[in-house]
């Protein structure tokens, strides 16, 4: 039975998951991560995140040389996209990346289970095995749940992953569907969106709301949609989906306006249903060990990750919050450390947000509205990529980078990019924030030009209306 015991069973290969479990074990823990996919890294890894990022990479360099080469010089001559070998990339990107999670699995000794498991006490789990559908019972001290989150279905279409589908058919469409209708101008509807727009889709999105990226900063949306309007992306804001019927031609889908009660049909080929996710935990036993849900069917937890059985704790998309990766990730850090009687610690104010459409998209901290909700004074500075050199040289001067801070302290109260790698340049604005740096400390910090970075200097100057390239 010792072999069976554990100090600590996680419940989710995912992010949050696997590097708990890898932390844990880092810190001495007998460590067992269950996970039922048959491969570890989640739906960021198999189904979201890391696919989705290979086909944009993919199809961002088919548009760059499709429009763009010819002002370098370089003459193309006509372009044509092979999908089976671009989803084959795509597939060896996961691949090697769930053979690399495996490789860390036995560098530290973390007992990997490929199956289904539940909860049967709460120091116990059985194992329901892929492999031999036999089952092994597992004992631990402590249990994570982090199994993530699924997508959130839209009443009135029924998902079939062929004509109407989730994240997860459209990362793997066979060829470049005529038309595509996403419901759901976030993250996700976006990012795919651009995908088989760039590849000859005609792509329109369809947003409950009156605005894309709904909760981002209002200068971001405006953006945005400018963009997206500019890369022929049609948008029919402030509209709902009532229903939608598969046909020969695709899928007819019947829309109403939010505003004005009009309705309209809509003819596609492909439908991508992307309104959201919601929690995971059904098959968990969650119930059958007394575990507290709320009302949206997220698992309770306390400021320590702590459920209100003893001994089982939830992180990531389960709990609610932000449901991103790295949110995900550090939680199952600070888990693990406290765990092992260390001072485990998120800073929630510090989790960056990125879209990865062209322009990128990044964002940590407050945005105008909440601070204006409650009542608190700011300064706004601001700096366009078209004053940059880096992006002249580079071709990609869409976007600004904006700094928001406290008008009495200067301290960093949010930061907004829109623009050329924002995903990468946000860090240096995470990393203001989690120290409580100033906007001064930002401007008068040297950065290399010709950089991109030179623009979050020059935004944190302008805070004081002295930039000097604009």
């Given at each position: 039975?010792?072999?069976?015991?554990?100090?600590?069973?996680?419940?989710?290969?995912?992010?949050?998951?696997?590097?708990?479990?890898?932390?844990?074990?880092?810190?001495?823990?007998?460590?067992?991560?269950?996970?039922?996919?048959?491969?570890?890294?989640?739906?960021?890894?198999?189904?979201?995140?890391?696919?989705?990022?290979?086909?944009?990479?993919?199809?961002?360099?088919?548009?760059?040389?499709?429009?763009?080469?010819?002002?370098?010089?370089?003459?193309?001559?006509?372009?044509?996209?092979?999908?089976?070998?671009?989803?084959?990339?795509?597939?060896?990107?996961?691949?090697?990346?769930?053979?690399?999670?495996?490789?860390?699995?036995?560098?530290?000794?973390?007992?990997?289970?490929?199956?289904?498991?539940?909860?049967?006490?709460?120091?116990?789990v059985k194992v329901l095995l892929l492999d031999d559908s036999d089952e092994q019972m597992i004992c631990a001290t402590n249990i994570l749940i982090a199994t993530g989150s699924e997508v959130a279905p839209l009443a009135g279409l029924e998902i079939d992953e062929e004509r109407i589908v989730s994240s997860t058919g459209a990362l793997s469409l066979e060829q470049v569907p005529s038309s595509l209708v996403v419901i759901g101008g976030g993250v996700i509807g976006l990012e795919l969106g651009s995908v088989w727009r760039r590849l000859g889709a005609d792509v329109t999105v369809v947003e409950f709301m009156d605005t894309l990226l709904p909760g981002m900063d209002q200068d971001v949306r405006k953006q945005m949609q400018r963009s997206m309007k500019k890369q022929k992306m049609k948008l029919k804001l402030s509209t709902k989906v009532t229903s939608a019927a598969v046909n020969s031609d695709g899928v007819q889908l019947n829309l109403e306006s939010v505003n004005?009660?009009?309705?309209?049909?809509?003819?596609?080929?492909?439908?991508?249903?992307?309104?959201?996710?919601?929690?995971?935990?059904?098959?968990?036993?969650?119930?059958?060990?007394?575990?507290?849900?709320?009302?949206?069917?997220?698992?309770?937890?306390?400021?320590?990750?702590?459920?209100?059985?003893?001994?089982?704790?939830?992180?990531?998309?389960?709990?609610?919050?932000?449901?991103?990766?790295?949110?995900?990730e550090e939680e199952g850090v600070a888990l693990a450390e406290h765990l092992a009687g260390k001072s485990g610690h998120v800073n929630y104010g510090a989790i960056p947000g990125i879209v990865y459409t062209w322009p990128e998209v990044a964002s940590v901290g407050r945005t105008e509205d909440s601070l204006k909700q409650e009542g608190v004074a700011y300064n706004v500075g601001k700096f366009p990529f078209s004053a940059n050199a880096r992006a002249r040289c580079n071709g990609d001067t869409e976007g600004f980078v904006k700094i928001l801070a406290d008008a009495a302290t200067d301290r960093v109260l949010g930061v907004h990019i829109v623009g050329p790698h924002a995903g990468d340049l946000i860090a240096e604005a995470v990393m203001a924030i989690e120290v409580g740096a100033s906007a001064e400390d930002i401007a008068r910090t040297c950065h290399a030009h010709p950089s991109m970075g030179e623009s979050l200097k020059e935004a944190a100057m302008d805070v004081d209306g002295r930039a000097i390239h604009i």
């Open positions: 039975m010792s072999e069976n015991r554990f100090d600590l069973i996680v419940i989710g290969g995912g992010p949050g998951g696997y590097v708990a479990a890898i932390r844990a074990a880092q810190l001495g823990m007998k460590v067992a991560c269950v996970d039922k996919r048959g491969v570890p890294g989640g739906t960021c890894l198999n189904v979201g995140c890391i696919p989705s990022k290979a086909l944009l990479q993919s199809t961002h360099h088919y548009e760059h040389a499709a429009k763009d080469f010819a002002a370098h010089g370089i003459q193309t001559g006509s372009l044509e996209m092979n999908t089976a070998t671009m989803m084959a990339r795509k597939d060896k990107v996961v691949m090697d990346l769930t053979k690399g999670i495996e490789f860390l699995f036995k560098k530290n000794n973390v007992t990997y289970f490929k199956g289904a498991g539940e909860l049967v006490a709460p120091d116990q004005t009660g009009a309705v309209e049909t809509l003819q596609a080929d492909i439908v991508l249903v992307a309104v959201g996710r919601r929690p995971y935990t059904s098959g968990l036993g969650l119930q059958q060990v007394g575990v507290a849900l709320d009302e949206r069917g997220f698992i309770d937890v306390d400021e320590g990750f702590k459920t209100n059985v003893d001994g089982i704790y939830a992180v990531g998309d389960v709990i609610g919050g932000a449901m991103l990766a790295h949110k995900a």
